[in-house]
């Protein structure tokens, strides 16, 4: 059974960084691409970004490419995102996943996920 942690969401005003953290369980962690989402109060649930299971390869919404940066430490288990530059947008629960199979960008692509973590962002 894999567990994923989410932890780092917070309040921030607008302009500001925040940066997520995601602990994985699990021996075979390095071996799968990782995913962060999110879904705003009302809205789906929509991609924000993917890195592959070496780190080599990342790719990013295009709402959030330029600002925000996955990350991770296979070492630690870790799956990190920085987001700068936020904006009131931004505001929504940031989930971590780890890729099953399919588009990377689809939900059901994804085999587990943390419960997240609450980013607010004030304007």
């Known amino acids: 059974q894999v567990q994923l942690v989410e932890s780092g969401g917070g309040l921030v005003q607008a302009g500001g960084s925040l940066r997520l953290s995601c602990a994985a369980s699990?021996?075979?962690?390095?071996?799968?691409?990782m995913g962060w989402f999110r879904q705003a109060p009302g809205k789906e649930r929509e991609f924000v970004a993917r890195i592959s299971s070496s780190g080599a390869s990342t790719y990013y919404a295009d709402s959030v490419k330029g600002r925000f940066t996955i990350s991770r430490d296979n070492a630690k288990n870790m799956v990190y995102l920085q987001m700068n530059s936020l904006k009131a947008e931004d505001t929504a629960v940031y989930y971590c996943?780890?890729?099953?199979?399919?588009?990377?960008?689809?939900?059901?692509?994804?085999?587990?996920w943390g419960q997240g973590t609450q980013v607010t962002v004030s304007s």
């Open positions: 996943a780890r890729f099953y199979s399919g588009a990377y960008y689809a939900g059901s692509s994804y085999d587990y």
């Open positions: 699990g021996r075979t962690f390095s071996r799968y691409i």
